[in-house]
């Protein structure tokens, strides 16, 4: 019946077919396609856990049958479908406000989306005050029997949670949070955690807790151990620093050159003194010359080496020469 209105009739001819040819034409049939179903309407949302519970009224019949419903969510991508049922549970972010249209189905095609509900906010996760009961088990890539050490980071994986809903995520003994994660479309997730630096040694838990695709709280758990952070490795000695060299090092060899010198010359001179003939035996005292008539007398001494004799008065002087 592609390309046909609904809700209007049509005459329809029919004619065999077989292998030697068509047949006769039989005589003329009168159709009418049924119109599509008409908008659901009383939409009610209801917030639960990470979830959204959607309720509605189904459309007066009489037009084709209805094969099922969709629930959009606003904002997206959140979805749920029904068959056979006017109810069915979207996966909910926990910080997030919204509002659900119905659409529903049928061989003739798609009602119209129905008039949105009241705007409704999931609630958040509660976290249990100890570790949650449960056989589910929160998968790792890592050794499950593997010590972890404290601000060590860890891979969690886990499913069966409500599409585009909010998980928690806690380590015990004491609760503590270590945030949320949103699965995907499937229910899904994959996270990276970081152990808390300040967690004590020994047995604690993981545990992921949220809602599956009914609505139902969903719990999941990992049990490890925390063992001793690694000792630091000791600093490596640092080598001590060499000699300064330059402008310094010439300035104090060039001073030492200085006074090597200054030494040397020193005792050159001192050397010298020590090594000079002395001078001759009277080299500096005057000769006397006797004058005709007269010889030399005894006189007085008056100076040292280089001072004259004083003559004798009353007598004749010789003169110097």
Known sequence: MAGLVNDRSYQLKVRAVTAVGPGAEAGPVLVTPLAAPA????????????????????????????TGYTAVASPGPATCDAVGATTCVLGAQSNQAYTITVVAHSASGDSAASAPSSSVTAAAPEIPATPPVTDEKLDTPQSDDKPTAPGATITLKGSGYAPNSTVEL????????????????????????????????GDHTRAAVGADKDGNVRAMRLDVTVAPAAPATPATPATPPLAVTGAA????????????????GLVRASRTRRLAPPPPPHAHRPRLTAVRGCGPRPGIRTGGPGVGVRPTPGRCTGSAA
């Not at 908008?39 to 209805?66: D, F, H, L, N, R």
């Not at 499937?186 to 300040?198: A, H, L």
């Open 39 to 66: 908008a659901p309407s009383g939409v009610t949302a209801t917030a639960k856990t990470a979830t959204i519970t959607v309720t509605w009224v189904a459309p007066p019949t009489g037009g084709a049958q209805i």
């Open 170 to 201: 806690i380590v015990y003994s004491s609760p503590v949070s270590l945030g949320t994660v949103v699965t995907d479309d499937k229910g899904e997730f994959s996270v990276d955690v970081v152990v808390p630096p300040s967690l004590p040694v």
């Open 249 to 264: 090092t010439a300035v104090t060899a060039e001073a030492g050159l200085l006074m090597l010198l200054l030494g040397a």
